[in-house]
């Protein structure tokens, strides 16, 4: 362990616990460091954009070369990659189709998806678009949407008939997207394709706005209210941890 390293990056986790700045002497009596060494290694810091000082309280604070970094890793970061290994943990608890969708252009598109061992025929298939209105991961976006611009995407799309179950209502559509927001998990029983209940929970981005969504699919027979609600709190737990990994911050 190279020494000076080590003190500068404990020096910038002391300093990103004080909103308003700390002082170099207080930063001495935390480190019991002598009030020189820390002024060099805050100089260094400083020129390299990780601390920055007050000029008029003298006090240091982080810099906004922290922002930059972290908007670079943001951008780098594969989503679908980061989302896999949570995707296969779930897939060891749940034995049906799991599937991860982003938010595009008004509808979903599947960008993963991961088959129990159970034999299901569905429509999804990764690369394909999917309505909001009428799918448990579309809803759950919808759901999550500013009202103005949930009113637009229905105005715009319409809610056309894709089952019997079909919601189609614009009002009974927005009560029902108000319950899911509420309740934090979305479902549909056959809304878009006969025979097929899922159950999907959001995934946010660090502005923490809506990104993506996560859910399971199965056959109605087996996807009963039991099952769902068996199901429910590891899902939600599921789409809480990739939203982490996105940046995401719940406070």
Sequence with gaps: MIKSVDRALTIITLVSKHKEGVGVTELASDLEINKSSI??????????????????????????????????????????????????????????????????????????????????????????????????????????????????????????????????????LLQELKKIKDQGYGTEVEENESDITCIAAPIFDNRKKITAAVSISGPSMRMSDERLTEIKPILIEIGKKISSRLGYIDN
């Design 39 to 172: 002024f060099r290694l805050l100089s260094t810091l400083v020129k390299h954009g990780f601390i920055e000082q007050n000029p008029e309280t003298k006090k240091y604070r982080l810099g906004y070369k922290y922002l930059e970094l972290g908007s670079m890793l943001l951008e780098s970061i594969d989503f679908r990659t980061q989302a896999k290994p949570f995707l296969e943990e779930l897939n060891s608890h749940i034995n049906e189709v799991i599937h991860l969708v982003v938010y595009d252009q008004g509808e979903v598109v599947y960008i993963e998806k991961i088959e129990g061992n159970e034999t299901l025929r569905t429509h999804s298939r990764v690369g394909r678009r999917a309505p909001l209105h009428c799918t448990s991961v579309g809803k759950v976006i919808l759901a999550h949407l500013p009202n103005d611009e949930i009113l637009e995407l229905i105005d715009k799309n319409g809610l056309p008939k894709h089952t019997e179950h079909t919601i189609t209502d614009k009002d009974v």
